[in-house]
């Protein structure tokens, strides 16, 4: 097969396996590592963690470095690549716009308003080369117990996450960036973690067509460059009895994703390095398997020995005819076409950003959303808070990153927020996710003599610590309890009760900016519940003012 970029100069086996992989690298300067495998291999893409990024400009000289180094080895351009969901899941914050994720935009019940978002990501993303964003989730999030999507979904209905999905996915391809919908067939109804173990979906055929697969048949039919797949089992999709990823299904990828649903762009595969792969088959076998189910990109993210051995097993299977090299250039085929549809072709030349990234109007933008998606679940006290001395808020905090568990600076806590809008100071003290019986007692003694407390959680449905301690508070004599969920809203269902409390659907410091302003009366909680708590609190609930 030519280059689309120089018909006149075919590319080696070698280069065209390169072309199907995306692979991530350690530090803010391109490494050793990646350096090898864009100029020895010609990789297709490359992609950013928060380990990449120190700010929006920092991130535009690296993605520039990057293009230049496979431009100068003779290569083609690269995929530049990152998880920017918005929300709890966003890889760059310091410089760019930290717009509101999918749940809270579910809450605020805008199309209009993901579509802006997401124009504004897209903007922003390719002012810093970024030419491929891993988003937006089209997973439903229908079980309350999924450890990994919950507010990185939209809502629990079909019809809402195809809505708020489509919009997302022009917002982000008018502005020139690949949108990739994930993780297909479906994530959402899972109660295992596929970084850490591998899920399996029971439901019938009947049940994912008018459920899980809904939203990418939207997405497909209005025209999604990139879908990316789930390492997740489908019993009724099961290629053998042996249980398979969708990653590694022929049955899913091909019969399913391109001969029934027509899907003529990109599939590209969750991390290989996930461990529903890596412990299993291995990341090697895991990507010849992909290549032979249908897949065309390989995301490897991580270790640079499994990147090269993942690439060499690709072209070793090519070369004993495992693999067809035809099949090769189908994919080959459909990285260039979409190269060339985005520009992506000519992205060494883009010039550097010569001004700020987030502008007033972006933020302004982010504010608003944020602003409608605060959520009065329940308030049968109905007093106004006072920001005195008998004030505390209890912040549970994230301590330790993860793929989807972003640590936020002290400085962006509520406390902060009580504090900047009242211009009062405000008592605020810390615990980790899982705090200990002597920390909840703990807690519970700072709160003696104390009147009101606001306790902001953070999925509480998976600690029995941060159960007992708001249990423990809202049975504490004279106490005013005020409970916020920092992520997902499914919190209240562990301590039904708490009399006051709001659903945030994130902790980043705009969600809380937007609490702040609702619990010192300065805006009405505009929000509606995008999932259903239960019978009392069913999907587009608010307590009315």
Sequence with gaps: MASPANPHSPLSL??????????????????????????????????????????????????AELQATSQNSGNQPLFIAVDQEGGMVSRIEKGATLLPGNMALGAAFSPAGVYACSKVMGKELRQMGVN??????????????????????????????????????????????????????????????????????????????????????????????????AHVVFDALADSATATPSTLSYKILTELLRQELRFRGLVVTDCLEMKAISEGIGVAEGAVRAIEAGADLLLVSHRLDRQLAAIEAVIAAVESGRIPESRIDESVLRVMTHKYKRGILFEAMAPLPEGPISTPEHQALARELSRKSVTKVKDTVREELRVDDKLLVIWTEVQTGTEIDEVVERTGTLGCALAELSGQEVREVYVGLHPSDEEVAQLVGLCDGVEQAIVVTYNATFSPGQTKLVKALAAKEGLRLIVAAGRNPYDLLEFPEVQTYYACYENRPLAMHSLARVLLGNEKAAGRLPVTLSDAYPIGWRQED
Excluded at 42 to 52: A, D, E, S
Excluded at 139 to 159: F, H, K, M, Q, W
């Design 14 to 63: 070698r280069q065209k396996v390169g072309q199907l992989f995306i692979c991530g690298f350690d530090g803010t300067t391109p490494n050793e590592g990646i350096t090898r495998l864009i100029e020895g291999y010609g990789l297709g893409g490359v992609i950013y963690f928060r380990r990449n990024v120190q700010d929006a400009i920092q991130l535009a000289q690296l993605s």
């Design 132 to 229: 491929m964003n891993f988003a937006p989730c089209l997973d439903i999030n229908n079980n309350r117990l999924n450890p990994v999507i919950g507010v990185r979904s939209y809502g629990e209905t079909a019809a809402l996450v195809s809505d708020m999905g489509t919009h997302a996915v022009k917002g982000l391809q008018d502005m020139g960036v690949i949108a990739t919908v994930k993780h297909f067939p479906g994530h959402g109804d899972t109660a295992a973690d596929s970084h850490h173990d591998l899920p399996v979906v029971p439901h019938s055929m009947e049940r994912l067509r008018e459920l899980e697969l809904a939203p990418f048949v939207r997405a497909i039919e209005d025209g999604v460059d990139a879908i990316m797949t």
